[in-house]
């Protein structure tokens, strides 16, 4: 028996075609309602039949759904809670998969009605890759999926939410949107900055040619280029929208990079040593912890002996 | 036929190891002599069963070789040079590995005797891993080789090193040894040493806790830990060898994320939009000239698939 009636998707790029992929293969739903802004996006998800239905109106697609899921730039989350509002159920769970949280509370709260169940998540989750045909069935499988309930959240909402991540193969954790921000800022937020950074500082660069770069990237570039490869609208929107936290990481990311640049300059080897063994434990955590893949070079070889 | 009676593999690590497992699989020479001062590493590497000959001996090692090819840190290059040079054969080539060229040059130039044919190369090529067990035959397939002669080097003798590298799939290319520095310098050094920066800053807070980091890692943050698992000794001599053009790199690196941080506290969407835009092309164009993988997550989920 399906969990649930009706779930509405509001955006069905990576993340929003993902989740109706896992839904349908999971049979989480009885029928998904795919909603999308564009309509050549909105074509595509049909052609890919990742829905039951479409269109192209938030205010239509939510009615009667049992839970409305906003997988759109976190920029664009006041607007979209403002025009699905006066129509959704009674009893529905309204939520979103937006990598900030403090933004998106306070651009939805204000709009969501009475009896609606307003629990924001963001799933750990994610490609380089965007648009409909970029999602695939299995991409939340082992990952973490955050929730940030406020504090008189109905519980049996929270756990009927839990157990729709945890039925794609996601763990779930509860925290406070402020920490999530914070907790986000230096494993994800900065990492993608500093990535567009190298590579736009690589790209300027007069005395080294592009294709020289392009060419030798794969002795350590080419690991910053997956991440600089995503999506510019929904980084913008990241960036604006989680804008303290990152400034502090950016803070300490750049005081720490001065210190090291000293030890350059003045030969410091004790010190770049130093610094440079203690960096090994973490990743050999982060395999151990199922996060990452333990095989050389993330597994590239594997796939080479492949072609 | 053997292109090589006898090869000598001054230092096998990671990379030692792997162009002896290609010799071996290519049939590029009938004798491949192991040289390392670690009598636990030779060990190992005789277990492997890597070589034909082993020795601790860098002076005995190198007699009667066609072909000594040094992989050792290039902060070891001169000392290197200095035992082997009264026991080099007229007419060998001399070779070596290191991510720096100028420095090797300056320290191992002064040793080289006359009629011997020192040439030094960089294959762009490697994993995160170190030691004898990382190799493996094939690492260097489609990768490039660089090499950095003097003007007044021996065609014969760079035409031969050029087409060992070939044998072991790898493309060449030559280059003076101060562009060279340059080019590693935007290409792996700087990559490197952000990534050791990012992960110390992330291991540094008092507010994110590291399980928090490690959970959620998968979010951006693994991808820098591959690189910062890298072999501590080998950088920090990339640092102290590479100064200048590392130096450079980090001025304008710097430079431009005071840049990125200015435009994300006066809420500058159009600029980070912008940024975020431009980088995508180049992974694009890393992906069509094979030096990365297409698969989306550098194909983590091929792998995943297979669990």
Redesign the interface.
Known sequence: MSEFERITLIGIGLIGSSIARDIRAKGVAREIVVCTRSPETLRRAEELGLGDRYTTSAEDAVRGADMVIASVPVGASGAVAEQIAPNLKKGAILTDVG?TKASVISQMTPFVPEGVHFIPGHP??????SGPD?G?A??F????C?LTPSEDADPDAVARLTRFWQALGSRV?TMAPD?HD???A????????????????????E??T?S???????????????????D??M??DV??HN?DA??E??A???E???Y??R???W?E?DK??E??????D?????VE?G???E???????????KS
């Open positions: 990598s750990i989750a994610g490609t380089e890759k970029a695939f299995g991409l499988k082992g990952r973490w955050i954790d920490h914070r907790v986000l230096i494993v994800s937020h900065l990492p993608h900055i500093i990535a567009y950074n190298i590579v736009g500082t690589a790209d300027d660069l005395t080294v592009q020289e770069v392009i060419q030798y990237s794969a002795s350590g570039f080419r690991d910053f280029t997956r991440l600089a490869a995503s510019p609208t980084w913008r960036c604006l804008r990152i400034l990481m950016l300490r990311f750049s720490d990079l001065a090291l640049q030890a350059i300059r030969g080897g770049l040593f610094l440079f063994s203690r960096t090994r973490i990743r050999r955590s982060i912890a996060q990452d893949v095989a050389a070079d993330f597994g590239r070889h594997a796939l080479d002996d």
